[in-house]
């Protein structure tokens, strides 16, 4: 059985503004909307189109989190994934821990590929996947706009800062996804109503014999420093005249 | 002592404008020593470059031909294994330090900061989080060996004029083979980098084709410009992922920013919120756009790119 490994987490949705506790103890999350991050929206989106394509048997979507994530595995599921697995935690997990946590999860379902997306819009870290592969020893593919897949190895086209680069991967690996991957699809009704009976099952971190690490403290969060207000003139003269002016143009 | 770890990004023999702002934010770390490690092919010109910003110690040099290209899982036991006796292992926050950097943490066994924006003190950082909309202080646990990558534009370069000793030494590392190399399409331009420029132009949704999108290209040209886009713009296909500003694209920190027909979501402004002077001009008055900018022109991007032009007599 060809099976294909996807890593989602729950964020604040991508719409919200974004607001920071007075007592800078972190955001705001009471009652705001939180949904599957947009980059593993996108990931699954890949897995579920490989599978389409013939090239996997099963694609199993998993995270890391409080019983709420439950929400955004069913949406999973609903997209298309065919089984779910919640490791909770009710404390947050440091993206190395997440990484030992995905490799307890590879040694037991063995799957040729992990995608994921490349990084979470809350914290913006942009390590598990890659951390993944260091820990699994494996390669990876991060920030990928294509994965062209055979049965022993991978193409991937990624978006680097020069541009795009190709490289060549041996399977299993580890793939990041990009914005421009693909378009995830809507989820229609009726989907979701097979999703309820699609199984998902539930462990606690500490199942996999995994140790929470305390080794980065939260001191404070705050909003970024305000930008001054600024100017609105009336005519392309004005706007010239301004930014000679400033020196900015001449 | 704190001994820090920079690693030498480079492409084409030119050690990358980042780590001479990675030095400087190391600077920051009291009573620290700066080391900078090279790993190329042939690493001599890089080397070369590094030793010369003032304030590194030592350039450490690795020569392999597996690393004539930079891929994470060759260099990144590499670097662990030369990481042992360092506290801090830095990153630019590039495209080459978000996809090596982790991958070092893991092998370490480290906590990584992603973006880091100040060092405080050896064991104290400021970072954004939530698209820069959330700016958390965070502390890691004395005794803990930091990884890190560096937001090149929350930093100065450090000063030229150094003379720092290289030494050529070799990395106790098994080299994997499992990942290739194959190739690197860049668009050639003689525009200004948009990571670095002083100026940059940049287009949105509103340009409405890749055709139209040359009169941004044209403006930025005639001003001496780097060419930006917002995601709209991108995912489009009016201008190539590379030239990206926002959360998710690159960072950037211009003299001047002039925003053509962008609305200005929290994603794309993430990306600019360093430029020194953010100049809009959109046709809706009420775009986000004119929340940030210092200066907004309320216009058709259409007529006004020309009347700019002629204004300045080109």
Redesign the interface.
Known sequence: MKKLLVGIKRV?DYNV??K?KADGS??MLDGVKMSINP?DEIALEEALRIKERGQADEVIVATIGPADCQQQLRTALAMGADRAILVQSTSSV???TG?RVFLELIKKEQPFAVIMG??A???????????????W???????A?KIVLTDTMA?VT?????????????LP?VFTA???LNEPRYVKLPEIMKAKKKPLDTLAITDLGIEL????????????AA??K???????????A??KQ?G??S | MNKILIIGEH?GGKLNASIAKCVKCAQAIPDGEITILVLAADGAAVAGQAAAIAGVAKVLRIDHPANAHA???VL?PQIAAIAAPFSHVFGPS???G??????????L???????IMAAESAT?FRR??????????????AG?KIVATVRSASFEAAAAGGSAPIELVTATAEI?T??????????KSDRPDL?SAN?VVSGGRALGSAENFKIIAGLADK?GAAVGAS?AA??AGYA???LQVG??G?IIAP??YMAFGISGA?QHLTGI?DAR???A?NKDPEAPI?E????????DLFV?IP??ES??GR
């Open positions: 604040v503004r974004i920071v972190g955001v980059f440091e993206p190395l990484a490349k990084q819009i809350d914290d913006d870290n942009n390590q598990t996947g890659q951390m993944l592969a260091g820990l020893g494996r390669p990876q593919a991060t920030f706009s193409t990624r978006e680097v800062d020069a541009g795009l680069e190709t490289l060549e991967v041996d690996a990009d914005l421009r690490q305390d080794r980065v403290r939260l001191v404070k969060a705050e909003p970024p930008r001054q600024g100017i609105v003139v009336k005519t392309a003269a004005e706007l010239v301004a930014l400033k900015l143009l | 492409e891929l994470a899982a990144a590039t495209t080459f978000k996809d090596l950097m982790p991958r070092v943490a893991a092998l066994n480290a906590p990584q900061l992603s973006d104290r954004p989080t939530y698209a820069g909309n959330a700016i958390v202080t965070l502390e890691v646990a803990t994997p499992h990942t290739r190399f194959v190739s690197v399409t860049a668009a990571q100026k001003i995601r991108v995912d190539p992922n590379e959360q998710t690159k003299e001047l929290i919120k002077t953010i100049v001009i004119f940030v900018a210092d200066l907004g022109l309320v216009g006004v009347e700019i204004l300045l």
